[in-house]
């Protein structure tokens, strides 16, 4: 299959339809990426130009290929247990939830990616809260990475972070032709709720509130204007009181003021102010 290159005005395009969509903002230096992972795509519908690709997204006679091509555009790159002290600090809020609190502890993977995020998420809860009620949400704009995250079949690389006795209760360690990869264990996979959710647009109602928040690594790809969107979506499910976790290479400054930074990389919203009694007349 020989390259097809694409011109200026070809990527200008593209650019425009994953910043409409996801409100992704790509950047000139990306246009080999695009190309790169859009070639396949002519080739299969036998086209000579990624203006005739793009014509065939805009006609709708091919509604699911929209999907196909922000998955094949939006980069996903992680590793379980990213950014340790997030992890200490969400073992301490589920801790103290759970000696205090009877409702479900919840927590959101915004932008899980392949789920590696959410399914660490899930190790630290299970391990601190046991049977106690807890529940993980994880969501992404791609189909894509959805799918492999529901199956949570990694290469053991991956999980160079992961405490050596998380590895042992949690993951199954491939033999034979699986050497080299694991698997995250069925009942750990069966509590992590994962979702299609484009957080360029408005919420589902189903989503809930929830105590921690991770939205990591996600608003380098977004303009300032889509950053105060997003986070003001986001941050309006967090519940009085709840954490809220970006990249370290991430700030909220001028961004947001719904939640405060507490250490970098890390925010709080407020609790509820609580009435006070009535004195007795």
């Not at 990426?33 to 203006?51: E, N, Q, T």
């Not at 949570?152 to 590895?167: F, K, N, Q, S």
Request: positive net charge.
């Amino acid at each position: 299959m020989s390259a097809i290159a694409i011109n200026e005005r070809e990527f200008a395009r593209f650019q425009r339809f994953i910043l409409d969509i996801a409100g992704i903002t790509m950047s000139d230096a990306k246009k080999a990426l695009v190309s790169g992972r859009l070639a396949k795509r002519l080739h299969h519908f036998g086209l000579d130009s990624y203006d005739a690709y793009f014509e065939l997204l805009a006609d709708g006679q091919h509604p699911d290929e929209a999907q196909v091509a922000v998955d094949l555009l939006t980069t996903n790159e992680t590793y379980f247990f990213r950014e340790a002290r997030h992890f200490d600090l969400l073992r301490e809020a589920a801790a103290a939830h759970g000696s205090a609190g009877t409702t479900p502890f919840r927590v959101w993977s915004a932008a899980c990616s392949s789920g590696e995020e959410p399914y660490s998420i899930a190790m630290v809860l299970a391990d601190v809260l046991g049977n106690a009620p807890w529940e993980v949400v994880a969501s992404d704009i791609s189909t894509r990475v959805l799918q492999r995250a529901r199956i949570g079949h990694y290469p053991m690389e991956r999980a160079t972070h992961v405490p050596p006795d998380y590895l042992k209760r949690f993951c199954l360690k491939g033999i034979r032709e699986q050497q080299g990869t694991l698997l995250v264990d069925r009942a750990l996979r069966q509590r992590v709720q994962f979702r299609q959710v484009n957080l360029n647009t408005q919420l589902p109602d189903q989503l809930g509130m929830f105590d921690v928040i991770f939205l990591r690594n996600v608003m380098i790809y977004f303009n300032a204007d889509t950053k105060r969107q997003v986070v003001a979506r986001v941050t309006s499910r967090l519940k009085p009181g709840g954490h809220f976790f970006i990249g370290h290479s991430e700030s909220l400054q001028d961004i947001s003021s719904a939640v405060q930074p507490v250490i970098p990389s890390v925010y709080r919203k407020a609790a509820a102010v609580q009435p006070r009694d009535r004195q007795a007349a």
